[in-house]
């Protein structure tokens, strides 16, 4: 939470927040993409360098204005019909995202979210609820609470808030599914963390998530001293760390 805070003051003035790149996205079958600047966490698979690690010294502020007309152009030229933010953590700069919601829900484009969903109370995930075209996707860093503190930086404590951000985001009506790291896991955990999961929705849909092994990333794992079981090369295919 310090972390973010901190990111806070260096990526937000006001309504503005800084951004590196606005892009289109092969994922989601083609999807309109904001890179934002600035995280929360400090995760060893993460392929976002200079704009997570020096967030006061990069990127550039906009406007909410100007990140929706940015991304919709992109959207219209590629025939998208899905809008995101993307790069680091999009929940940071809160009065910024809310603004860009309300704009994108003056269009048809659907919205997703991807969040490790550290910041997202109660109140948030009530003023999240607002936005009709709103899709949330939580991305759980690890299974459980040791291997997220592993893999993040943080304090093993972060992990229960990425579970009550769930919960938060459902009990507002949000439309939510989970997606876990699941390369740092043997199948016992991935199964434990599956029951609870349950638990707090039957329904739930799980997506299984595994780490590419871009070159920053390599390093990172390395200079970690982790190695993941399963890993992918940035053509998709299943490879181990060098």
Same mark, same amino acid.
């Given at each position: 939470?310090? @972390?973010?805070?901190?990111? *806070?003051?260096?990526?937000?003035?006001?309504?503005?927040?800084?951004?590196?790149?606005?892009? %289109?996205? /092969?994922?989601?079958?083609?999807?309109?993409?904001?890179?934002?600047?600035?995280?929360?966490?400090?995760?060893?698979?993460?392929?976002?360098?200079?704009?997570?690690?020096?967030?006061?010294?990069?990127?550039?502020?906009?406007?909410?204005?100007?990140?929706? *007309?940015?991304?919709?152009?992109?959207?219209?030229?590629?025939?998208?019909?899905?809008?995101?933010?993307?790069?680091?953590? %999009?929940?940071?700069?809160?009065?910024? &995202? @809310?603004?860009?919601?309300? @704009?994108? $829900?003056?269009?048809?484009?659907?919205?997703? &979210? +991807?969040?490790?969903?550290?910041?997202? $109370?109660?109140?948030?995930?009530?003023? &999240?609820?607002?936005?009709?075209?709103?899709?949330?996707?939580?991305?759980?860093?690890?299974?459980?609470?040791? +291997?997220?503190?592993?893999?993040?930086?943080?304090?093993? +404590?972060?992990?229960?808030?990425? &579970?009550?951000?769930?919960?938060?985001?459902? $009990?507002?009506?949000?439309?939510?599914?989970? /997606?876990?790291?699941?390369?740092?896991?043997?199948?016992?955990?991935?199964?434990?963390?599956?029951?609870?999961?349950?638990?707090?929705?039957?329904? @739930?849909?799980?997506?299984?998530?595994?780490?590419?092994?871009?070159?920053?990333?390599? *390093?990172?794992?390395?200079?970690?001293?982790?190695? %993941?079981?399963?890993?992918?090369?940035?053509?998709?295919?299943?490879?181990?760390?060098?």
């Amino acid at each position: 939470m310090e @972390l973010a805070h901190r990111t *806070e003051k260096a990526v937000t003035k006001g309504i503005l927040r800084k951004y590196y790149r606005f892009r %289109p996205s /092969a994922f989601y079958g083609g999807i309109s993409t904001a890179d934002c600047v600035g995280c929360a966490l400090k995760c060893v698979f993460c392929w976002s360098g200079f704009p997570r690690d020096s967030p006061e010294r990069s990127g550039r502020y906009y406007s909410p204005e100007q990140v929706s *007309e940015k991304l919709t152009s992109i959207a219209e030229k590629r025939g998208y019909g899905q809008l995101r933010v993307s790069g680091n953590e %999009p929940t940071i700069g809160k009065e910024h &995202l @809310l603004r860009l919601l309300e @704009l994108v $829900d003056e269009t048809d484009y659907e919205f997703i &979210l +991807e969040t490790s969903g550290v910041l997202i $109370d109660k109140e948030y995930a009530d003023q &999240l609820s607002k936005s009709r075209n709103l899709h949330v996707r939580i991305c759980l860093k690890g299974t459980h609470k040791e +291997e997220f503190s592993r893999l993040t930086g943080s304090t093993p +404590e972060g992990f229960e808030l990425q &579970l009550k951000a769930l919960e938060n985001l459902l $009990d507002a009506g949000v439309s939510t599914h989970v /997606a876990v790291m699941k390369s740092f896991s043997c199948e016992e955990n991935f199964n434990r963390l599956l029951l609870r999961l349950r638990e707090i929705k039957s329904s @739930l849909y799980v997506e299984e998530e595994y780490v590419t092994l871009y070159p920053l990333v390599i *390093e990172r794992l390395k200079t970690a001293g982790i190695k %993941p079981f399963v890993a992918y090369d940035r053509s998709g295919k299943s490879c181990k760390l060098p």
